[in-house]
Every structure is written in C-alpha cells, then in structure tokens.
C-alpha cells in the first residue's frame, strides 16, 4: 500500500518562498512519476508541476520560473519549491504518485498553502 503525506504548508506574503515535501512509503518511488496539484475554493484541482522517474519535468504555464519541482529517490520524498509567489496560489497542495505499469494513483492528504499580506 502506498501512502503520501505531505508537510511544508504555511501563511506566507506575497513574494515569499515555501518548500512542500511530499514524503512517501514503497519500494519502487524512483519508478514512479509525481506530481504536484492544488484546489483553490471553489475551483477544479489543476496539475501545477510533474517529475517523471528520469527526472523529466513538466509545469504549468502559471507557475514556470517560480515553481520547481525535485526528486530525492534515496528519501523516498519530492519536492516543490515555491518562489515568488503570488495570493493566487492560495490552495490545497496535493501530491499524486502514478504507478503507470500496475494503473493506480495514489494521493496524499494535502497540505494548506496561503499567500497574504
């Protein structure tokens, strides 16, 4: 059974950083493509950023240049660090592991992210 949890949430001003983990359980984590998604009130959940098990990335056009995205594969954890950032970017932050061979998705429990002055 795979499990994610993630931590790194917070309060933080308009053009501060932040830096998500997203910590997981299983032994194959460096075969898994991760991402990292977020739900603001009242919005559908949108995929912000993707690392696939070689270390490619992917991003969406809102946050390239401010968000970046990381593997550690002896910790079993992937990152986002957050530059930059702006009040909307206000929103559950939620990591997904794909395990693409066996078709299953797994989520973690998400984490609260805020930008406010």
């Known amino acids: 059974q795979v499990q994610l949890v993630e931590s790194g949430g917070g309060l933080v001003q308009p053009g501060g950083s932040l830096r998500l983990s997203c910590a997981a359980s299983g032994s194959t984590f460096r075969l898994w493509t991760m991402s990292w998604h977020r739900q603001a009130p009242g919005k559908q959940r949108e995929l912000v950023a993707t690392?696939?098990?070689?270390?490619?990335?992917n991003y969406a056009d809102s946050v390239k240049g401010r968000l970046t995205i990381s593997r550690d594969n002896a910790k079993n954890t992937v990152y986002l660090q957050m530059n930059s950032l702006k009040p909307e970017d206000t929103a559950v932050y939620y990591c997904?592991?794909?395990?693409?061979?066996?078709?299953?998705?797994?989520w973690g429990q998400g984490t609260q992210v805020t930008v406010s002055s």
């Open positions: 690392i696939f098990s070689g270390s490619a990335t």
């Open positions: 997904k592991a794909d395990l693409t061979w066996l078709r299953r998705v797994y």
